[in-house]
Structures are given as structure tokens and as C-alpha cells.
């Protein structure tokens, strides 16, 4: 794994199958503008790429959540500025028991066609890598 990015609030490396992995360690404002910092970062330096692939790891963020959802103003953003950028899989680590069911159908609902966004409990790490890797909606 390398890493990218040592943010106190958010890191940022590239795994070994080439999945940008972003991991919250803390909640707060300054780590969600870090996150699209890094997001805007990547789709500048893999313009060139069919597909980006995301693990987004929530869970080591402390008690509070982070809030992605609350965040869709400045995704949608992002797809203004970046028209071009490549497609992007994205899996969401969470804490296992949270009830992200409406979350996830959220995300799937607003979500460009041209991105996929799942959610997976963090135990089921092993499963969500699988199903990035693939090309399976």
C-alpha cells in the first residue's frame, strides 16, 4: 500500500490493486474538506483511467458519524467541474449493526449513472473488495 496523503482527518493511499483508499479518523468539517481535496486530486491525476475504484472507511472517525450524506451539494459539484473525469466505484466501510439500508438506497437513487456506491459493513472488508474489483452494479 502507498501511502498518498497523511492528513490528520483523513488518509489517503493507493492499495496494491490500485483502489484509492480514504480513511476518516476524524469527523469533522476540516476532515470532509480534505476528502474533496483528495477526490478532486485524483480525478486530475487519473483523467486518463475508465474506471476509479474507492474504499471510503468510516468507521475509525471516533463516536461521531461522518456525514457523507449530508455532503451530495458538494459531490454534485464535483461532477460540474470534473464532466470528464473517469467512472467511479466506491465501497463505504461502516460499523457493523448501523442501519445504512436507507443510506445506501439514497445513494443509489442520486447517484450518476456512471457511478456505483455500496455499502458494507467493516467485517465484511474482504467481500467489498471483491465486489469493487468486479464489474457487476
Known amino acids: 500500500m502507498t501511502l498518498v496523503s497523511s ?3 483523513c488518509e489517503y493511499s493507493i492499495t496494491e490493486q490500485g483502489i484509492h483508499q480514504l480513511i476518516f479518523r476524524e469527523s ?3 476532515s470532509i474538506d480534505e476528502f474533496f481535496r483528495v477526490l478532486e486530486h485524483i480525478f486530475v491525476s487519473t483523467s486518463d483511467q475508465s474506471t476509479n475504484r474507492y474504499i471510503v472507511d468510516i468507521t475509525q472517525a471516533g463516536q ?3 456525514g457523507l450524506v449530508s455532503n451530495v451539494q458538494r459531490f454534485r459539484r464535483l461532477e460540474t467541474l470534473f464532466p470528464n473525469r473517469p467512472r467511479g466505484r466506491t465501497v463505504i466501510l461502516h460499523r457493523p449493526g448501523l442501519a445504512y439500508t436507507f443510506i445506501d438506497s439514497f445513494i443509489r437513487a442520486i447517484a450518476p449513472s456512471r457511478d456505483v456506491t455500496r455499502f458494507f459493513p467493516v467485517d465484511k472488508r474482504d467481500e467489498a473488495v ?3 474489483l468486479s464489474e457487476s452494479r
Open 7 to 9: 492528513n490528520a482527518g
Open 28 to 30: 469533522g468539517k476540516e
Open 64 to 66: 461521531k458519524d461522518v
Open 130 to 132: 471483491t465486489w469493487l
